[in-house]
């Protein structure tokens, strides 16, 4: 069963930067794809960054290219999204998220296929 603990969230004026970090332990397969999705209030839940623990490969949504990184250290279990240059559109409950490769067939930000949930970190961007 994998674990996952975010942390890193919090508050910060549009401009600003953030680090947040996902701790994963309990992994059984070989290769995941893990992602970091976020939440508004009202909206639904949407994917930022995904990237694939097998070889590295990094996907982005359209609104975050350009300013938000994903990373994963390997030798600490972590997950990390360093988010620069943030909006207040960027306030959200941001949640790490991990499946299996094998259960999917390409990491993506389709968030029903992801099965294994952190409890979410806060972010709230002011302008």
């Known amino acids: 069963q994998v674990q996952l603990v975010e942390s890193g969230g919090g508050s910060v004026q549009a401009g600003g930067s953030l680090r947040l970090s996902c701790a994963a332990s309990?992994?059984?397969?070989?290769?995941?794809?893990m992602g970091w999705f976020r939440q508004a209030p009202g909206k639904e839940r949407e994917g930022v960054a995904a990237i694939y623990t097998g070889g590295g490969s990094t996907y982005y949504a359209d609104s975050v290219k350009g300013r938000f990184t994903i990373s994963l250290d390997n030798a600490k279990n972590t997950l990390h999204l360093q988010m620069n240059s943030l909006k207040s559109d960027d306030t959200a409950v941001y949640y790490c998220?991990?499946?299996?490769?094998?259960?999917?067939?390409?990491?993506?930000?389709?968030?029903?296929?992801?099965?294994?949930w952190g409890q979410g970190t806060q972010v709230t961007v002011s302008s």
């Open positions: 309990g992994y059984t397969y070989s290769s995941y794809c």
């Open positions: 998220a991990a499946v299996p490769m094998g259960w999917v067939t390409r990491c993506g930000f389709r968030s029903s296929a992801y099965n294994y």
